[in-house]
């Protein structure tokens, strides 16, 4: 995978990340204690942690 790819791909999760943050907030839940969230931001983390190819780490 190219680094500019890279780069981009991680661009695209990071706003689909906020959007979906912004989205939560302004979502009401009143059947959760205060201040707890869904945490949807964090379903992106996830796709990205399994879509993004393993980097190799140099010795």
Do not use: C, D, H, W
Not at 8 to 21: D, K, M, N, R, T
Not at 31 to 36: E, Q, R, S, V
Not at 40 to 48: G, Q, W
């Amino acid at each position: 995978m190219n680094n500019t790819f890279r780069l981009v791909l991680i661009g695209i999760f990071v706003a689909q990340s906020l959007v979906l943050y912004i989205i939560e907030g302004l979502l009401p839940v009143p059947f959760i204690a205060p201040g707890a969230k869904l945490g949807l931001a964090n379903l992106i983390t996830v796709i990205a942690l399994y879509t993004l190819p393993k980097k190799k780490m140099s010795p």
